[in-house]
């Protein structure tokens, strides 16, 4: 863990009650805490509905902790969590109206606090998407908005998936956060891009010489990116009903990861050089439009999806897709990109698999040894953090037989203890002003394309109903 120094700030927790809150971010914040990875002096505000005093917040911050608590695999110990817990304030709070406003920024400019908590802010909204935009204008009107800060204090203000549900809404939630703040201080949120083995690929290309000569058209055959889950909608039936896993996977997660294997190296490792390459890739993916839709996308949905609470009966929201993507520029073009994504599965595994080209001539067999052991490397997100090379073996005895074996490491095993979870990750990164691995609005807005033409090509079709635990509808 790299220990780097924070300005001392107060972060203001806008849904301190909701189950992102009470599951990932108190606790992780709380391990950041153990950790020292907090800088000195901090506070945390949690602005909730509920009728809480400061007190009430810190038994129910203690209560998150001890039921949710992960990281390390230490436990919680009390000493650590009583310093933590005396850092916790709350404000009450309707987000649609401005008194909590004023009462929270009372609390903020309380002058029993040193200055610099006061001047540097982070505010997270980890709220419904629809009370955004009225978070933010009050935000504004209570002389909170980034570009209100006085010279010699930060603010920042990071906000939850989904950013948006289609083009224009994105659009316009774009407009609304960058009146108040610039773009420089928002952080847009892509869980993905905080796990361990996401933020490896970068380094995985770039610091080995070995892989990144190979990393193109004339020696990759196909990449394969499965984003799978073994369950279903569980409570989440009326969000799913309006999002489906075209926006609530494919749009960021999804396309996220491709980005992480078809970008050109960065010019150097600050956010903006490597946000100019995801971007350059998503404007390079070939648009899916009627003309090649069914060829290239196959939409399912699990057989027992509309019996779901809060599902409509005749309900033609997709549950999974199979997308075949292009990236038609001089590194990919011609390579298939096939992406797979959905709930009810077969098992829960998130894996990017780059198959090589067979060699020229199959000396050995038996005869369907090149795709039987073409090469691969095999990057498994989760359940593993592994990075695998399949590579064809003799197998022992007195033919000349290829077996397909496997090189593996294992981020786990090579790496004990030095594990964060991915909110962990990108809340230090927030804290200390680093984007790299958030989403950039112009990121967001090509990909809200992306996805609204598809959508719109494929608007008449109903998905294919596919049994649970089964492997998804292929793509032909
Ligand atoms: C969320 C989606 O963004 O990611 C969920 O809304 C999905 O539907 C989840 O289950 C998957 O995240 P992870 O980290 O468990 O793969």
Not at 28 to 52: D, T
Not at 385 to 404: Q, V
């Amino acid at each position: 863990m790299i220990d780097q120094e924070l300005d001392d700030f107060t972060f203001v927790l806008f849904g301190a009650e909701s189950d992102l809150a009470r599951r990932k971010l108190i606790p992780s914040l709380y391990q950041l805490a153990r950790w020292k990875q907090l800088p000195e002096k901090y506070r945390i505000i949690g602005v909730a509905r509920s009728e809480l005093d400061h007190q009430g917040f810190r038994s129910y911050a203690r209560k998150c902790i001890e039921e949710h608590s992960f990281g390390g695999g230490e436990s919680v110990t009390e000493p650590q969590l009583e310093a933590f817990c005396a850092s916790l304030y709350y404000i009450q709070a309707d987000f649609t109206e401005p008194e909590g406003y004023v009462s929270l920024e009372k609390e903020i400019h309380n002058n029993s606090h040193r200055n610099a908590l006061c001047s540097n802010l982070l505010f997270y909204l980890s709220i419904p998407p629809i009370f955004a935009p009225v978070v933010i204008d009050n935000l504004e009107k209570a002389g909170l908005g980034g570009k209100n800060a006085s010279c010699n204090g930060w603010r920042k203000i990071v906000v939850e998936k989904p950013f948006g549900f289609d083009l224009e809404s994105a659009r316009s939630l774009n407009a609304v956060v960058g009146r108040v703040f610039h773009e420089e201080q928002i952080y847009r949120i892509d869980h993905y891009l905080g796990k361990e083995p996401v933020q490896n690929i970068l380094v995985f290309r770039f610091s080995n010489g070995m892989f990144e000569p190979l990393w193109n058209r004339q020696y990759i055959d196909n990449v394969s990116i499965t984003i799978a889950e073994d369950f279903g909608v569980r409570t989440r039936g009326a969000y799913y009903e309006k999002s489906g896993v075209l926006r609530d996977i494919i749009q960021n997660h999804g396309l996220q990861l491709l980005a992480a294997i078809a970008m050109e190296p960065p010019v150097d490792l600050s956010a903006e050089a490597v946000r100019d390459e995801k971007e350059k890739v998503f404007r390079s993916l070939r648009p899916l439009t009627k003309d090649n839709v069914r060829e290239f996308v196959l939409l399912g949905q699990y057989d027992g999806y509309r019996d779901e609470v809060d599902v409509a009966p005749d309900s033609t929201v997709e549950t999974y897709a199979a997308i075949r993507w292009f990236v038609d520029n001089w590194r990919w073009k011609g390579v298939p990109f096939s992406m797979k994504a959905g709930k009810n599965l077969a098992e829960r595994v998130t894996e990017i698999v780059l198959t090589f080209k067979c060699p020229p001539q199959n000396f050995f067999g038996p005869p369907e040894s090149c795709s039987y052991t073409a090469n691969q490397i095999i990057i498994q997100i989760q359940p593993e953090e592994t990075i695998a090379i399949r590579f064809g073996s003799k197998r022992p005895g007195k033919e000349l037989i290829t077996d397909p074996v496997y090189m593996k490491f294992d981020s786990r095993i090579s790496f004990v203890n030095e594990h964060m979870t991915p909110y962990q990750r990108l809340l230090l990164d927030a804290m200390a002003g680093d984007q790299m691995n958030f989403i950039r609005q112009d990121t967001v807005e090509t990909s809200w394309k992306v996805i609204d033409a598809l959508r719109d090509a494929l608007k008449d079709e109903a998905p294919e109903i596919y049994p649970v635990h089964s492997r998804g509808p292929e793509l032909r």
